[in-house]
């Protein structure tokens, strides 16, 4: 080969490898700015990402101290009445030494337990019953106000509006409004009405002192009339509240009511 034709030969292979040099350099460029490119995403996308995975957390953290706070909540008084607003929106009055705690999952099932005397004023929720074991018997409501006693010897629970379903030794009992239902310490179990609450008695053909037992059963309250009349026979329908039925009863013997006490009348002359 002669000298031109060497040249040449040496001249394309030096612009070979100077095009491949600058490719490999090119290449290695493309390479690093790929990589300050990826860089740079993962640094924006860190900057955006981290504060919001903070916020997260904190969330997180906070949705579960709330949950380990509802799985038991507990009220309680001393020697003050207290009242409490519940996380169904129930408000509680509760009288001094009681106590109320919410059961587990409160909000899924509205289980209470308590001791004590208060008032409940229960959130109405008609596919979820607010039921109270009240130690010895149980209270289940829809929603509804009354009053429970379970400290006292005469357990109690008056409602006030609403209806109220009690269980007591496999027995239940369904309240009016005005109504009261007590277990003696026997446990004998009674139900009575506010004396203003209007009933009908059907008294045709008895005698007057059984009428008397039946107004005195109705209202939990004590009558003293003549005994002498006690084995007269009246008739009659009589539909009105305590007052109304004592007077028309004892019409025909021409006795008037005097009021004793909160829970004692007299019929008399």
Excluded: C
């Excluded at 596919?127 to 010895?136: E, S």
């Amino acid at each position: 080969m002669d000298f031109e034709n060497q040249w040449k030969s040496v001249k394309e292979e030096n612009r070979k490898m100077k095009d491949s040099a600058d490719q490999r350099i090119w290449n290695g460029l493309e390479n690093k700015i790929r990589s300050r490119n990826n860089t740079k995403r993962l640094l924006w996308a860190a900057a955006v990402l981290l504060p919001l995975f903070t916020v997260i957390t904190f969330l997180t953290a906070g949705s579960e101290s709330n949950s380990s706070n509802d799985d038991l909540m507990v009220f309680r008084t001393e020697k003050k009445q207290k009242e409490f607003t519940l996380p169904d929106g129930s408000r509680i009055t509760l009288e001094p030494e009681s106590e109320l705690k919410l059961a587990e999952n409160f909000r899924k099932d509205r289980n209470v337990s308590f001791k004590g005397k208060a008032f409940f004023s229960v959130a109405k929720n008609k596919a979820l019953p607010f039921i109270i074991d009240a130690n010895g018997f149980k209270v289940k409501v829809l929603g509804t106000k009354f009053l429970l006693d379970q400290r006292s010897e005469d357990k109690k629970v008056y409602l006030k509006e609403g209806k109220v379903k009690i269980d007591y030794r496999g027995h239940t009992t369904f309240l009016l409004p005005k109504e009261t239902w007590l277990a003696d310490k026997d446990g004998t179990e009674r139900h009575f009405y506010d004396k203003d609450v209007v009933r009908t008695f059907d008294f045709n053909e008895v005698k007057f002192g059984l009428a008397i037992a039946q107004l005195e059963k109705t209202y939990h309250i004590s009558i003293t009339y003549p005994q002498q009349y006690q084995e007269n026979v009246i008739n009659g329908n009589i539909t009105g509240d305590l007052y109304k039925a004592a007077r028309t009863i004892g019409f025909p013997f021409s006795l008037k009511i005097r009021k004793e006490s909160e829970h004692h009348i007299i019929l008399e002359k």
